[in-house]
């Protein structure tokens, strides 16, 4: 499974890119050689909409997407797109996206005391990260999540229907 290193300015598409199940390191006030070095050691593609960077990473022989970052459904299609990657909904949940951790299932009964009562009377799946201890659980925020991998879904479909001459390509 791809990971990723996403840069500064892309702090909002690596939590996204953790809730679809992708290990994730974001890195904000990172230099340019770090980032380099971080993703050579840890095996990580580089995401980033800095060219500069880009160009270097592309000298070096490391593996990156430049995206826009003006939009994180452009910027997912995009990255997406250009590693062959689908919308694949079936690792959703598995990745704390405050801190890139492994998510665990939980009972109820085990997150009683960390979440509110009246959510835990009206859910049943609960995921702990095992880092942070956070806890999530199915239905809002995981749905409009779901509401966004399915937007991204749509918009892969419509860019392979459209442009599949220049992805031919590949292989
Ligand atoms: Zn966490």
Redesign the pocket.
């Known amino acids: 499974m791809m990971r990723f290193l996403a840069d500064a300015m892309l702090g909002s598409v690596a939590r996204k890119l953790r809730i679809f199940g992708f290990d994730t390191l974001y890195v904000p006030d990172t230099s340019d050689n770090e980032i380099l070095r971080l993703a050579a050691e840890q095996g990580r593609i580089i995401l980033t909409a800095d060219k500069e960077l880009f160009k270097r990473m592309m000298k070096r022989g490391a593996q990156g997407v430049l995206v826009d970052g003006a939009s994180d459904l452009d910027d997912m299609a995009h990255i997406f797109e250009k590693l062959g990657i689908s919308a694949d909904l079936s690792r959703m949940g598995s990745r704390?996206t405050?801190?890139n951790?492994a998510l665990a299932q939980k009972r109820p009964d085990e997150v009683g005391g960390l979440v509110p009562a009246t959510v835990l009377a009206r859910h049943e799946g609960f995921w702990q990260?095992a880092?942070?201890q956070?806890v999530y659980w199915d239905g809002g925020h995981l749905g409009r999540i779901r509401a966004f991998a399915r937007t991204l879904e749509d918009r892969l479909a419509d860019s392979s229907s459209t442009s599949s001459s220049s992805s031919s390509s590949k292989g």
């Open positions: 704390c405050s801190c951790g990260c880092d942070c956070k």
